[in-house]
């Protein structure tokens, strides 16, 4: 862990950079719009948000993430007031090279294969790694937050926005103590850390799906809203590999799928063991099978708008059903070591 709290510039932003009215992209924290460096000229994304602890926590929990070559780096904090309210004023690098699945929509050198598909994943997942390992969960991986550097071939593929990122650090991790002895310790102090990281594992799985048939595992029949059946579908993992999308597509990327889609979290894979399968290991040797992808997104039109707005409504809804279950774990869990923790917060 990063123990160097960095403490955002508390001189105006204006003084180092030019402000323009070009907007990139709406979060739901903030906008994002173009930016200049003044010493420089290079062209930065500036994303805007009302300070209060949520944004804090954003800022704090990328800038600790920065530093992986596939999460999008953060150059500058400042702490502003801008237009009579504070604000957090976060310079990124600038992905000038758009949305993953945009990329593929206009991809012009032939048909996406497989192969593409693992590199792909790879890059995600050295990137949901690196925050694992950093006990952050990123909990919002959707298409709209993978973007590129460039419109060139050699792009690279990065993450973005922390704004439903948290800390993973359990229980014990907190307690930091030397009271007890790590060979006594109940499965319930270390904790029910686990889902948090398994909602990126879930979402890393509807992506690798999704960039192998150009369609998700699971939608609703009529559009818009997270209807009751698609909810049902995805507590019960119901879905399925459609001929003749999935017809040619390697028996180990399925079976990595359904390792990732598995509905109890306990029995999810870590992202250790999905780096560990050879699908992702051997990005390079996945055979060249064209894929549907490239076909089914160019002509899905209005329906992809509706794809990603499913797509970030079930990640809501795992984030909260995940936090019940864990606030119902602590709460439940009549550990002796844990009581004494609670008087002694409460004290
Ligand atoms: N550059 N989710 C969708 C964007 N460079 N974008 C979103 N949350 C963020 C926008 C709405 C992601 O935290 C977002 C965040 C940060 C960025 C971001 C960061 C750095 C960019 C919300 C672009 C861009 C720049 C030039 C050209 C193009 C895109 O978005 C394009 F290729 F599309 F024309």
């Given at each position: ?208 799906y999704i960039?192998l048939c150009g369609f998700p595992p699971f939608y ?19 879905y399925?590999?459609p001929?003749?999308e ?46 549907y992808t490239?076909?089914l997104l160019?002509d899905a039109?209005?329906a992809w708008?509706?794809v ?40």
């Open positions: 862990m990063n123990s160097i709290s960095r403490t955002p510039k508390t001189s105006p932003i204006t003084d180092d950079y030019d402000i323009s009215n070009t907007v990139l992209g709406l979060g739901i924290n903030g906008k994002v719009v173009e930016c200049q460096e003044k010493r420089t000229g290079i062209k930065r994304a500036l994303k805007v948000l009302h300070d209060s602890a949520k944004a804090r926590r954003e800022v704090e929990l990328h800038w600790r993430a920065s530093g992986c070559i596939h999460i999008v780096e953060i150059i500058d904090v400042y702490d502003n007031t801008y237009g009579g309210k504070r604000c957090l004023l976060v310079v990124m690098e600038c992905m000038d090279g758009g949305e993953l699945f945009q990329r593929i929509q206009d991809n012009r050198e032939g048909a996406f294969t497989e192969r593409q598909a693992a590199e792909i994943m790879h890059s995600i997942c050295v990137a949901v790694r690196h925050l694992h390992d950093s006990n952050i969960a990123h909990r919002d991986i959707k298409p709209e937050n993978l973007l590129y550097t460039s419109m060139q071939p050699n792009a690279i593929l990065k993450l973005t926005d922390f704004g439903f990122a948290k800390e993973t650090l359990t229980p014990a991790d907190t307690l930091q103590t030397p009271c007890y002895t790590p060979y006594y310790v109940a499965p319930e102090v270390l904790g029910p850390e686990k889902y948090d990281k398994s909602c990126d594992i879930w979402s890393l799985g509807v992506v690798m960039l609703s029949n009529h559009g818009l809203a997270i209807s009751p059946g698609m909810k049902k579908r995805i507590r019960l993992g119901q399925d590999f001929e003749p999935w017809s040619n597509v390697s028996p180990e990327a399925k079976n990595l799928i359904r390792g990732m889609l598995s509905v109890d979290p306990a029995k999810r894979l870590t992202i250790h063991q999905v780096m560990a399968s050879p699908w992702v290991r051997q990005h390079a040797h996945v055979p060249q099978t064209p894929l490239h076909a160019r039109g209005d708008a509706d990603q707005d499913e797509m970030t409504r079930s990640l809501a809804t795992m984030r909260v059903d995940y936090d019940q279950v864990q606030i119902k774990a602590l709460e439940q869990s009549n550990n002796s070591l844990l009581n004494k923790r609670r008087n002694k917060v409460g004290a």
